[in-house]
């Protein structure tokens, strides 16, 4: 499970070849034994729930990080080696 970023107790995956259950790129979010799925396009909940407070949370990091969230997938999707991403702080 590649791990690309955590903050404010909120971990954060990409999962190299992920593009079959979710067909848009996307992030993995987990927070607190709850799970969500955030699409890289538009940062709504594809599946999944989490607190309001860390959904807005998820999703301005996710537009800091537009860029290299992209790349990431893309990068992911060919089953190479994801980039860490700086937390938010």
Same mark, same amino acid.
């Given at each position: 499970m590649p791990i690309i970023s955590m903050f404010?107790?909120?971990?954060?995956y990409m999962y190299p070849l992920d593009t079959k259950q979710h067909s848009m790129? !996307?992030? !993995? &979010?987990?927070?607190?034994g709850m799970s969500a &799925?955030?699409?890289?396009? *538009?940062g709504e909940i594809l599946a999944g729930e989490l607190p309001p407070k860390k959904i807005?949370? &998820?999703?301005? @990091?996710? *537009?800091?990080?537009?860029?290299?969230l992209e790349?990431? @997938?893309?990068?992911? &999707?060919?089953g190479g080696e994801i980039f860490r991403i700086e937390p938010l702080r």
């Open positions: 404010y107790g909120i971990i954060i790129p !996307h992030i !993995h &979010v987990e927070y607190s &799925v955030f699409s890289l396009l *538009d807005r949370l &998820v999703q301005a @990091w996710m *537009d800091i990080h537009a860029e290299e790349a990431d @997938w893309r990068i992911a &999707v060919q």
